[in-house]
């Protein structure tokens, strides 16, 4: 399965639990669970988690070691990542939470990836397709849907050698797009064949299946206006993002 999309992560995760946990509910050490807690099989909450009162967790929960759970929420087919916080009166549905990634109270996250370090503000919504990347601080009551939210403090740098600099720059996915249809084709190549379209997605955008793509690219051997036209679309198929909302 390709557990490198959401749905395949999931379904990934789902059977690891019901090998390893064998249809039951493990509790790890250190780890305090209120009495008035329902957790649903199979489920793992591992070392030093802590699960407030009449959360719902489960079925085919996983709570790694850290985070933490408030009153009222429910957690189901989801995976929380080492030191996520989660306060009262969430959803969380069918959904990956990152690493100490913090959800103020009310949110809703539906079919959707909370990047690790984010922060989700009191009553935002992610509905089913979205995604926040890593460090993204979203405002209270938005609603984000089917849109990528990008980080900002790492921009990719166009060049067109070493110490050529363009003047061009990328933050998100839709400046990416406009910086592949302007800048100097040799700049792309430049950048193609150095590998670093490779390393910026798949450190920062974090998304390596594009990143594979664009290996691809490289290891064809693409030039000049094909090589901006093949890096266009493969950036655009991108999650089929909702460009204008990048500013969120």
Not at 123 to 151: C, D, F, M, Q, Y
Not at 182 to 196: G, I, P, T
């Amino acid at each position: 399965m390709d557990v490198g999309s959401l749905e395949g992560y999931l379904q990934g995760m789902g059977r690891v639990l019901e090998a390893e946990v064998k249809g039951k509910v493990c509790v790890g050490q250190n780890t305090s669970v209120d009495r008035t807690a329902h957790i649903l099989e199979p489920s793992l909450i591992e070392d030093s988690v802590v699960v407030g009162k009449d959360v719902h967790i489960g079925p085919y929960a996983l709570l790694k070691a850290g985070s933490k759970v408030e009153g009222g929420t429910i957690i189901e087919r989801s995976a929380l990542f080492e030191g996520a916080n989660v306060s009262a009166n969430v959803v969380v549905r069918s959904s990956v939470v990152g690493e100490k990634a913090s959800l103020g109270s009310d949110v809703i996250v539906s079919k959707s990836v909370v990047g690790q370090g984010s922060v989700l503000r009191d009553g935002v919504r992610l509905n089913p397709g979205s995604r926040v990347w890593p460090n993204v601080v979203v405002k209270a009551n938005t609603i984000v849907e089917g849109v990528l939210l990008l980080p900002y403090d790492k921009p990719f740098y166009f060049y067109t050698d070493i110490g050529r600099y363009t003047g061009m720059l990328a933050s998100s996915i839709s400046s990416l797009i406009e910086a592949l249809a302007k800048v100097e084709a040799q700049s792309l190549e430049f950048h193609l064949y150095r590998k670093d379209f490779e390393r910026w997605i798949r450190d920062v955008i974090q998304t390596p299946e594009l990143a594979e793509k664009i290996a691809d690219l490289r290891k064809e051997g693409l030039k000049g206006e094909m090589l901006r036209q093949r890096l266009i679309r493969a950036v655009k198929e991108l999650g089929k993002c909702t460009m204008e909302a990048d500013c969120l």
